[in-house]
Each structure stands twice: as structure tokens, then as C-alpha cells.
């Protein structure tokens, strides 16, 4: 609307709240519009807002536009409260897998039931979020997916709504609910333990700045256009390339690079095994090994 509102002479809404419920947001709108020549007029209110007093009027219904936006939020977050402590489930287009909602009641659904037991089983078997993904994508299906991403069997693995439990976003905390659950709490607890212990390991591995998972990773750079190198894994096998190079739709606007991708046990294996013929060699060592300035 604003790229366009330029070659227009108007730019008319049916009430004030359908253009914006946000006063700082109304008025900056407004403004852009104005310095655009572009008039704004609603046609319940009738603002006329080329003149002080019709921007004052307009402000102070922007203004009451929000307060109705807050106050609706508000009522509606009490009621979802209200509901979760009264064991009923908040209601909405999303019912829970493993569920039916049936005149404002969660009822089990057997047919997903056997899936949601199915990924408690193969977690507490040891298996990965990937790998049970890849096993659920290719024996199951329910009505929202079938299992193609992660993050839907993770979040069946900690939603505390399958032993009977309601989160609340609200307080964060969880009441009892009147539906009858899929698992049972044993079983969610020790779920809960092994993921909580994957979650400490993978931080203390992969997460800490000092600790590379590879060995040239943070250490080297692209011969050709500069950019660090990273580490990238397809299927069975993992590469070190640049990290400017095609491919990664996060990086298109970085420049353009043809260095090749090379495996990690090849090119760690050339890089230590020059590492080691230095060890043997005082005067190479002493040629690399520059005396560095002090740094405050």
C-alpha cells in the first residue's frame, strides 16, 4: 500500500482500527502518506487529516483503537487461564495429535495415540530425534504431517499434555487436566531425563567457542576469496568448504567463490601429517614462528 500510495490521490478504510491498532504505528503511517501527497480519510470517523485538529482526532481514536486491541488480548488470555485451571483444554484449530476435541472435550484418537506411544518408545530405546523422524516419516501419518520435520516429534516427546498435564503459557506452570492421557508419568519422566542430558551434552560439545568438533574449523580461510571455513555433512560423509561458496540460501549475497569441497579425514590427515614434519625440523619451525608484539 505505502510503495504504492504514491500515484493515488486517497487512500480510504471502512473503520480506523482495519488500517492500523497501534497509535505510534497510525501516525507514523499517516505521516509517511502525507509527505507522499496522499490524503487519508476513513468512513465511519471522517477525518479529515490535513489539517492539526483532524490529526489531533485522529490520535486520540488511534489512541482507543489499541486500548480495544489490549483489553481483547487480555480478556482472551484470561480465558485460555481460566480453561487450562479448570482442566479443559484452551480450545483452537490445533488439536493435539494423539486427540479429537469433541463438545470441548480432548478425546483420544486411538489411530494417533499408537504413533505418539510409538515415538516415546523409540526415544527411550536411545534413539535420535533424526532418526526417529526418518522411522515415523516412513511407517506413519496423521492429519497435520507425516513426521517429515524434527522439531513435530520433539514436540511430542516434551508436551506435558500426554500424562494428563495443561501448560499454561500464561504463569508458565501446568494444571491437571480432565482428559485422559497417552503416557504414562514414568515414562514421560525418564523421556524428559534422557532429553535433558542430550540438551547438557550437546551445549557442552558443540556450543562451547573453544571447543571446534573439527579440526580446522575456526582456524582456516578460503585461498581464493577469503571467507572462513566451515563444515558441512551429507548422508554418511563430512566436508570442509567455504563459507562463502553457492548454495546456502542464508548466503547468496556474499560473493561467488569456485573452491572445491574437500573431505575431513583427507585434509586433516595432509594437515597433521605436515604438522608432524616440522616436529622434526627446528628451522622450518623457527621460519613460521614470528615473535608477536605485546597486546594490551
Not at 604438522?275 to 619451525?285: G, P
Request: proline residues 4%.
Amino acid at each position: 500500500l505505502l510503495s504504492e500510495a504514491k500515484g493515488y490521490e486517497m487512500v480510504l478504510v471502512y473503520r480506523l482500527d482495519r488500517f492500523s491498532r497501534s497509535q505510534k504505528d497510525m501516525l507514523n503511517l499517516i505521516e509517511i502518506l502525507n509527505k507522499s501527497d496522499t490524503k487519508f480519510s476513513s468512513i465511519q470517523e471522517g477525518f479529515d487529516t490535513s489539517t492539526p485538529i483532524g490529526m489531533a482526532m485522529l490520535g486520540i481514536m488511534a489512541a482507543f483503537a489499541q486500548l480495544e486491541r489490549e483489553t481483547i488480548k487480555e480478556r482472551m488470555s484470561l480465558g485460555r487461564k481460566g480453561r487450562t485451571k479448570k482442566g479443559l483444554w484452551r480450545a483452537g484449530s490445533n488439536v493435539p495429535t494423539g486427540y479429537d476435541y469433541i463438545d470441548g472435550h480432548l478425546v483420544i484418537r486411538e489411530d494417533e495415540a499408537i504413533q505418539v506411544r510409538k515415538i516415546f518408545e523409540l526415544c527411550l530405546k536411545g534413539w535420535t530425534m533424526t532418526k526417529i523422524r526418518t522411522y515415523m516419516h516412513e511407517h506413519y501419518q496423521n492429519r497435520y504431517s507425516s513426521w517429515a520435520q524434527a522439531s513435530s516429534v520433539s514436540m511430542v516427546l516434551r508436551n506435558p499434555l500426554y500424562i494428563g498435564q495443561l501448560p499454561s503459557k500464561s504463569d508458565g506452570c501446568t494444571y491437571p487436566g480432565e482428559h485422559e492421557p497417552i503416557i504414562d508419568e514414568v515414562t514421560f519422566k525418564k523421556v524428559q531425563q534422557l532429553l535433558d542430558a542430550r540438551q547438557d551434552n550437546f551445549d557442552r560439545v558443540y556450543l562451547h567457542p573453544f571447543k571446534a568438533k573439527h579440526l580446522l574449523t575456526g582456524l582456516t580461510f578460503c585461498g581464493e576469496c577469503g571467507g572462513r571455513i566451515s563444515c558441512t555433512t551429507s548422508h554418511k560423509y563430512s566436508y570442509y568448504g567455504c563459507h562463502k561458496k553457492d548454495g546456502d540460501p542464508r548466503k547468496r549475497l556474499l560473493p561467488k567463490c569456485s573452491t572445491p569441497h574437500y573431505r575431513v579425514e583427507v585434509l586433516d590427515d595432509i594437515v597433521i601429517a605436515e604438522v608432524l614434519k616440522l616436529a622434526f625440523d627446528e628451522k622450518a619451525v623457527k621460519k613460521l614462528v614470528k615473535p608477536t608484539k605485546n597486546v594490551k
